[in-house]
């Protein structure tokens, strides 16, 4: 994400990677189905989803706005992902169900997977791809929220990769839901699931509801990589 490059990036630790990698086979473990919350865990989710946020405004979007390099490569590579189904809503319904599966997903993936640089990781400034290995950066995190909720039955259209500028200043990638009470940010840097007027971010853009191209929420100086955790 857009960021002054820091130098000497840390390097992983050992104990770091071992961890990681046994997140990444609760990971694979979790796609088919085969690992989940904890009794406690799932029934404090259950109470929370008893209620629904309150309704707020959706953010307002602009013109249309370049991807990013690598979220143009991830798209070569993953097409499928990329494309947009214009009979799903823009905005899904928010029902109780909905919601607790919404935060059940953001606070799992959370738990599994370890955040990483792409330049830890990969060795390279900015990829996006799925955390299959139980590594990944921001983008990686959010794009496998965001398999695990279409998986779940959510639209494709509703959950929207968004770049936005965290309370450092520094690029980061969230996934946007838009709902009829407004629009909610999954963010791997916490576990609550807020309205985007909560989060504290400086929203830059996301993808759009009808094609390719992206489209502006806010200042048009934007970030060009996803580098950051």
Same mark, same amino acid.
């Given at each position: 994400?857009y ?16 961890h990681?990698?046994?997140?990444g086979? %609760?990971a ?6 085969? /690992? ?11 109470? /929370?989803?008893?209620i629904?946020?309150?309704?707020t405004?959706?953010i ?11 979220w ?12 947009v189904? /214009? ?9 109780p ?12 993936v ?19 791809? =799925?955390?299959?290995d139980?590594l ?6 959010? %794009?496998?929220?965001? &398999?695990? %909720? ?8 509703a959950?929207?990769?968004t770049?936005?500028?965290?309370e ?6 969230v ?19 807020l ?7 400086? =929203? ?18 934007t970030?060009?990589?996803t580098?950051t &955790?």
């Amino acid at each position: 994400m857009y960021q002054d490059i820091e130098t000497g990036i840390r390097q992983q630790k050992a104990g770091n990677r071992f961890h990681a990698l046994r997140c990444g086979a %609760l990971a694979m473990a979790s796609w088919a189905g085969l /690992a989940f919350f904890g009794p406690a865990v799932a029934a404090s989710l259950s109470t /929370a989803s008893a209620i629904l946020p309150a309704p707020t405004e959706a953010i307002v979007s602009g013109g249309s706005a370049g991807p990013t390099l690598a979220w143009a490569e991830f798209c070569q590579s993953q097409p499928q992902e990329c494309a947009v189904n /214009a009979s799903e809503p823009m905005a899904l319904r928010l029902e109780p169900d909905v919601w607790l599966t919404i935060l059940e997903v953001n606070e799992r993936v959370n738990r599994m997977i370890l955040a990483v640089t792409d330049q830890d990781h990969w060795g390279v400034l900015d990829r996006w791809d =799925y955390p299959d290995d139980g590594l990944g950066d921001c983008e990686d995190i959010q %794009l496998l929220k965001r &398999k695990l %909720l279409i998986e779940a039955g959510l639209p494709r259209r509703a959950l929207r990769m968004t770049v936005v500028l965290d309370e450092h200043g520094m690029g980061h990638a969230v996934l946007m839901v838009r709902t009829s009470h407004g629009d909610f940010a999954l963010d791997n840097k916490r576990d609550a699931v807020l309205a985007w007027q909560e989060t504290g971010y400086h =929203y830059v853009k996301r993808e759009g509801d009808d094609g390719s191209a992206w489209v502006w929420l806010g200042g048009q100086i934007t970030p060009t990589v996803t580098a950051t &955790k």
